[in-house]
């Protein structure tokens, strides 16, 4: 009922920054959070930021908090993660999440009940 759609990964230097952008589509109106996790090789999915739809409260892993910021439009269904000062850490696929589940965990993959593609993030050193 919900297509998310994200956009902007690349490669970058270390130190480098990325904005990217998840457009939501179809039934949005029950959408009560956005949140993005990132996936490396061999390593299993893991929670980076989210968003509530409405009031705007935004939640971080330790890891990006002062380098990563989430941000939405509501109005026009778009969400955003600006990161900055990149690591080869941060080399993952970041996926677009978004959740129309009441009593959501905002923090857990099981939170979300729709999912974009994923885009490539790469940050060299």
């Known amino acids: 009922q919900v297509q998310l759609v994200e956009s902007g990964g690349g490669l970058v230097q270390a130190g480098g920054s990325l904005s990217l952008s998840c457009a939501a589509s179809?039934?949005?109106?029950?959408?009560?959070?956005m949140g993005w996790f990132r996936q490396g090789p061999g390593a299993q999915r893991e929670f980076v930021a989210s968003?509530?739809?409405?009031?705007?409260?935004?939640y971080y892993t330790d890891s990006v908090k002062g380098r990563f910021t989430i941000s939405r439009d509501s109005a026009k269904n778009m969400g955003y993660l600006q990161m900055y000062n990149l690591k080869p850490e941060d080399t993952a696929l970041y996926y677009c999440a978004a959740s129309t589940i009441v009593g959501l965990r905002l923090l857990h993959r099981d939170g979300y009940d729709y999912w974009g593609q994923g885009t490539q993030v790469t940050v060299s050193s």
């Open positions: 179809g039934r949005t109106l029950g959408v009560r959070a």
């Open positions: 968003i509530s739809w409405s009031g705007g409260s935004t």
